[in-house]
């Protein structure tokens, strides 16, 4: 069933699908730009209640990876041939160099990577060093490397 939402919370969702004011009142001010009747309260409550019912995961800052230092990356396929997923992709999952995890079933014959870890280093021999520490840690050895060559689009999706 489709949710729907008042004016001012269609207001609101827009403002905070942008970059957050980066301010000392963040809620207020998304509130002022959100227009009259809106207050500071009503954003919160409303992305409490949007986070609780999971509709929102989560609500934070993002920090750009690559402007924090952490310019190598690269995503690394693994082949877990009937291994149970759910627990491998916890363990990767709790890496700290590790920011995305998805099992995606293979419907190609010949391409047998299911399992996906997308891993972050201030270096390429930094990232090599993360992929051993994921091979020890989910006991898999067989994988293929990923690099990234260039960014060619990275921004979160808008609904409003």
Known sequence: MARTFTD???RILAIVQQDLPDTLTP???IAKAAGPGVTEDMVIDL?????????????GASIKHQRAGWSA???VGWIVRGRDVEELGRRAAG?????????RPSSVGDWPYELYTMVHG???????DVVSR????????DHMIL?????????SPTYF
């Open 73 to 75: 990356n690269a995503m």
């Open 147 to 155: 690099k990234s060559v260039r960014e060619l689009k990275k921004i």
């Open 27 to 29: 809620f207020a001010d």
């Open 122 to 128: 201030h270096s390429d021999a930094e990232c090599a």
């Open 8 to 10: 001012a919370e269609r």
């Open 134 to 141: 994921l091979e020890a840690l989910l006991g898999l050895d």
């Open 47 to 59: 992305l409490s209640r949007l986070k609780e019912e999971g509709v929102i995961r989560r609500f």
């Open 95 to 103: 890496d700290p160099n590790v920011s995305h995890c998805y099992y």
